[in-house]
């Protein structure tokens, strides 16, 4: 199986920063990875597919890069809203993993 | 309005089983590839499965933690996705939610997840 490690796991930041979370597979996975944003209580919503196609209605703000192995999510000018967790997930072959996620809390 | 809506959530025993069904509409549901995701509370997402559509195959993929345990199956007649669960540990106490998958974003025209159904494992 493929493994997916994120980090950092916590992140601290304030409104207006520029922040990256960085997700790394066991193996390479050409750029077959989704980022996701999860707000307390709520289902995930997707962001970024095909590690850098912003998904329809997702602020420009967001960005994803990466293939192969390494994968950057980045997040431009933050505002309040974006405070939430953030989660990688492979999508090259089952099981599907997500990574551990990164809580980004305002600073 | 797209939706997903998951139902048969619960409290079971140790040992026991359950069968969650997640009904969709607002989409053609019969060209979509469906997943199960599951959220113990407080800790992250864990894929569980998904079924392919007929069309590619109707074939299911499991996590190694359910594998042989958890079936996944759909009606596309009723627009439902079901996941039946046996020999239910702790462990899989969690949210279940039911969401499309990537592989067919652009064929169902995005990305949908249903609101979760809490499953308690507890004696």
Redesign the interface.
């Known amino acids: 199986d493929i493994q997916v490690t994120q980090s950092p796991s916590f992140l601290s930041a304030s409104v207006g920063d520029r922040v990256t979370i960085t997700c790394r597979a066991s193996q390479s996975i050409s750029t077959y990875l989704n980022w996701y944003q999860q707000r307390p209580g709520n289902a995930p919503k997707l962001l970024v597919y095909v590690a850098s196609s912003l998904q329809s209605g997702v602020p420009s703000r967001f960005s994803g890069s990466g293939s192969g192995t390494d994968f950057i999510l980045t997040i431009d000018s933050l505002q309040p809203e974006d405070f939430a967790t953030y989660y990688c997930q492979q999508t090259h072959s089952p099981p599907r993993t997500f990574g551990q996620g990164t809580k980004l809390e305002i600073k | 309005e797209v939706q997903l809506v998951e139902s048969g959530g619960g409290l079971v025993k140790p040992g026991g089983s359950l069968r969650l069904s997640c009904a969709a509409s607002g989409f053609t549901f019969t060209n979509a590839w469906m ?1 199960w ?1 599951r959220q113990a509370p407080g800790k ?4 569980v ?2 079924i392919k559509s007929k069309t590619d195959g109707g074939t299911t ?4 933690p359910v594998k042989g345990r958890f079936s996944i199956s759909r009606d596309d007649s009723k627009n439902t996705l079901y996941m039946e669960m046996i020999s239910l540990t702790t462990d899989d106490t969690a949210t279940y ?1 039911c ?1 499309t ?3 067919t ?1 652009k064929v169902v025209g ?2 949908y ?4 159904i809490l499953v308690t494992v507890s004696s």
């Open positions: 997943s995701v992250g997402l864990e894929w499965g998904r993929d499991y996590a190694a939610y969401a998958e990537t592989a974003l995005g990305d997840w249903g609101q979760g």
